[in-house]
């Protein structure tokens, strides 16, 4: 089965941050480390892959940022932007409806700040299940425990580390695993320089071994079976303890926390594998709620919950629009069923039918043309006339309407 149509390898994710932690700079790494794009810039040269505006002018692409799709590990991961400025509060709003999960990075000089905190209230208002990623683990100053405890202070969460960070400032050369209960080293601080596993160096290993039995601690209390086998065993497999951890992370009962330095290459491989491991399938979380009967406010009750559903009637929601020099892009999330080009929608939030011409999914450095896009993927959509940021397209034989965005949004155009 393709990565596109078995849901259980699909993540949705946002990246989230407050300026200047390394949003661009982790987003530009993973795009590299999965192998979209091999011509990396640095973000004071101004090149950036998803930094795109001016370069895919120049191009004549669309290396757009409203959601790249990447691979990694037979998984399809989606990144969809979540704009970090304040002012851009609407459209992490927006974009927060249409992820699954989401990374959160703190930088590790300064911790939690301001605008973070901002942006977790938000992605908690819809219950996005978050990893968390402590950049810039190089910097003088920079203090993995120090920032770790900005997390519980500001955002008053239970912080769970899965990582403890090997070195410091321009000393730090790896983290421990402490899932795995091993060390990964960095051969050097170029992209794309070679990583190996190796023992827990000796004056960690105390630390480590306490820090695992957190972990154990908190992570096995959200699983039965799990708390189980660890008292037949005195352990658990990796496998339970990953199966908890990402069980947590969905419920948010705590939030897992991972560490590097996107700049210096170092934590991102294994940020990519967290992705997999702790964030949620599409159908690992509850769907979407539809909006309330015509005419109805809305409250708790009448507003049903649409699962994610690969064989039922088509049903999806368009969550950015753009205008480039090919046209309209309207890019939208299935929930539900399949969409192949040519077939006809109903857009139920304006009452009208809409014609899908060409299906693209927008890697960093080409788009890639599509017959047919399944439910829980993502897809940008060319020849819809009037369909605008937060409308509902729909099987017509079996209609349906998503919550709409609260707030209208704007066309970005780029023509
Ligand atoms: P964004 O505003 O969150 O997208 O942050 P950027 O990715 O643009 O990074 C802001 C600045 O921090 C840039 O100058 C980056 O080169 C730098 N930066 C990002 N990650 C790291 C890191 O891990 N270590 C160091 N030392 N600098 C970093």
Redesign the pocket.
């Known amino acids: 089965m393709s990565a596109q149509s078995d849901l259980s390898k699909i993540r949705n994710i946002g990246i989230t ?1 407050h ?8 987003t530009e790494r993973i795009l590299y480390y999965t192998g979209v794009s091999h011509k990396i810039g ?3 040269e101004g090149n950036t892959t998803t930094d795109y505006m001016a370069q895919e002018r120049e191009r004549g692409i669309t290396i757009t940022s409203a959601a790249v799709t990447c691979d990694w590990k037979d998984h399809r991961i989606n990144i969809i932007d979540t704009p ?1 400025h304040i002012d851009f509060n609407i459209e992490v709003n927006r974009s927060l409806r249409v992820l699954d999960g989401a990374v959160f ?1 703190i930088e590790g000089v300064a911790g939690v700040q301001p605008q973070s905190e901002t942006n977790w209230r938000l992605a908690d208002r819809y219950n996005v299940p978050r990893i968390i990623f402590i ?2 683990l ?2 003088t100053g920079a203090d993995f425990y120090r920032a770790f405890d900005t997390l519980k202070e500001k955002l008053d969460i239970i912080a769970i580390p899965l990582q403890l960070p090997i070195g410091a400032e321009d000393q730090f050369l790896g983290v421990v695993d402490l899932v795995e209960m091993k060390a990964i080293v960095w051969e050097g601080g170029e992209l794309g320089a070679k990583f190996h596993d190796e023992e827990i160096p000796a004056d960690l290993k105390e630390k480590a071994a306490e820090a695992r039995q957190n972990l154990l601690d908190t992570a096995l209390a959200v699983d039965e079976a799990a708390m189980e086998e660890y008292f037949e065993n005195g352990d658990v497999s990796v496998e339970t303890l990953k199966r908890c951890i990402k069980k947590g992370a969905i419920s948010g009962e705590f939030r897992p926390v991972l560490c590097g ?4 290459n170092k934590g991102v491989q294994p940020l990519l594998d967290g992705i997999i491991d702790y964030l949620p399938a599409p159908n690992d979380v509850e769907g979407i709620r539809c909006a309330p009967p015509e005419g109805e406010d809305a409250d708790e009750n009448n507003q049903p919950i649409l699962p994610v559903d690969p064989d039922g009637k088509f049903a999806g929601l368009a969550f950015k629009i753009i205008n480039d020099k090919y046209g309209t892009l309207t890019f939208v999330r299935v929930y539900r069923g399949v969409l192949k080009t040519g077939d006809t929608v109903l857009n139920t939030t304006k009452g009208h039918k809409e014609r899908i011409g060409r299906i693209y999914q927008m890697h960093a450095d080409k788009r890639e043309e599509l017959t047919e896009v399944h439910a829980g993927d993502i897809a940008a959509f060319v020849g819809l006339k009037d369909t605008q940021t937060g409308d509902t397209l729909s099987d017509s034989s079996d209609p349906v309407v998503l919550e709409r965005m609260s707030f209208p949004v704007p066309v970005i155009d780029i023509s």
């Open positions: 941050a300026i200047d932690a390394g949003k661009t700079t982790t640095e973000v004071h970090g990075i950049n810039k190089d910097r330095t996107a700049f210096k």
